[in-house]
């Protein structure tokens, strides 16, 4: 919004005092500071809330170990706190004209929907199973087809005559340490249900990860943290001095970020970076709220949401497979859920002693807060060599 309003006054000498709008590295800062800012004035006040119209009710899962039953009684649908500074954050900072800004938050807030439907039956019925798989799944592909075909998707022609749906994406596959000159193939249109996959898979990995105090949001900050410097990376206009050699003659010439680095460009990705800012603001500001001992749960409104975004982001940045990397925990969790029900149908015998894996370390007797910060830490190591995949291409 703030960056319209330049545009809109430009050539004035108000114009002049806001050109730091112009910077997209200005506003992912700004994004994060304003998102942090918010949820720090406004969490004491929700959750308060919160915790009077959930008094009372249990919002402990029954299918989870018996050590959680003395977390009952905290307020859960902290998610809402969430959304709301991504909200905040993209929309100031943000530019409103991007495409791919929008796809992002018609996932986010879309998949944020879901999981309120799936919070608000589980409180009202007052118990834990909530909104059913097969219609979280049907709601999960609506939104997504809105943001591809919707947002992300052209149907008229330079002449304004209806020409059919052309993807604005790009449907080439890119994997890590591989620089797309060498490897490039085009999934066509068959790249839409490969999306789909990576979208709604991150979504329910993240809600299957949120069962320990902070051990899901930590994950979620330093995703979207790694996203940002991928997404600037993909379409910064940011030029590096390389050398070039025409005809025997070498000389120094600038060429784009994304170029040198061997990634695809992508347009708007420094647009998106500012809404990478935004989630890291807001996820941080909920975790003051949700470390152990959590004063609030983020329900499934926030863990599907933030599963959207990640998701979301994964296939807006062309970083597809190398999300699998950046999202090693919850990669790991989902897994782990996968293994447990194969092994259980075809031998009979649970591979864990409950699934997801962050239970199984609970029955074996480790302490919550060093599962977490564990976990913490691995999620670390995955950003990091996601980020190191850049430079090896």
């Known amino acids: 919004m703030l960056l319209l309003i330049y545009e809109w006054i430009q050539g004035t000498d108000a114009a002049r005092l806001l050109n730091f709008l112009r910077y997209p590295t200005f506003r992912i800062v ?7 800012l918010l949820g720090m004035f406004v969490g004491p006040r929700l959750i308060a809330w919160l915790r009077l119209k959930q008094h009372g009710q249990s919002n402990v899962r029954e299918d989870t170990p018996d050590t959680h039953q003395k977390k009952k009684g905290t307020p859960s649908m902290g998610g809402a706190l969430i959304l709301m500074c991504i909200a905040f954050g993209t929309f100031m900072f943000a530019d409103l004209k991007s495409r791919a800004v929008w796809a992002a938050l018609v996932l986010t807030m879309g998949y944020g929907f879901i999981g309120f439907l799936d919070d608000w039956l589980k409180l009202s019925k007052r118990n834990s199973k909530g909104l059913a798989g097969r219609y979280k799944m049907v709601l999960q592909t609506v939104f997504y087809l ?4 919707g947002i992300m998707c052209t149907w008229t022609g330079p002449d304004g005559g209806f020409t059919g749906p052309k993807l604005l994406i790009d449907t080439k596959l890119t994997l890590p340490f591989v620089p797309t000159r060498w490897f490039n193939p085009d999934f066509g249109w068959f790249y839409v249900f490969f999306a789909w ?8 990995a993240v809600n ?9 949001i930590m994950p979620t900050i330093i995703a979207a943290s790694t996203f940002a410097i991928l997404c600037y990376v993909a379409g910064s206009l940011t030029r590096i001095a390389d050398v070039e050699t025409v005809n025997g003659v070498t000389r120094l010439v600038g060429v784009p970020l994304w170029r040198y680095l061997g990634v695809p460009e992508v347009p708007g990705g420094a647009e998106l970076a500012v809404f990478c800012a935004s989630i890291v603001g807001a996820g941080i500001s909920f975790l003051w709220f949700n470390a152990y001992p959590a004063s609030v749960f983020m329900g499934d409104i926030g863990s599907l949401a933030l599963g959207g975004a990640l998701g979301g982001l994964a296939v807006l940045s062309k970083n597809e497979v190398v999300s699998a990397i950046i999202h090693g925990v919850f990669f790991a969790e989902i897994l782990s859920v996968m293994i447990q029900v194969t092994s259980f149908k075809l031998t009979g015998k649970r591979v864990f002693k409950m699934a997801p894996v962050h239970h199984h370390f609970e029955l074996k007797g480790m302490a919550e807060p060093k599962i977490i910060v564990r976990f913490w830490i691995v999620a670390i190591l995955c950003g990091g060599v996601a980020i190191l995949s850049l430079k090896l291409r």
């Open 197 to 204: 996959i990576v979208v709604v898979g991150t979504s329910n």
């Open 146 to 149: 809105v943001a591809i075909f």
């Open 208 to 216: 299957l990860t949120d069962g320990l105090d902070g051990l899901a």
């Open 30 to 36: 700004a994004a994060a500071v304003a998102s942090l």
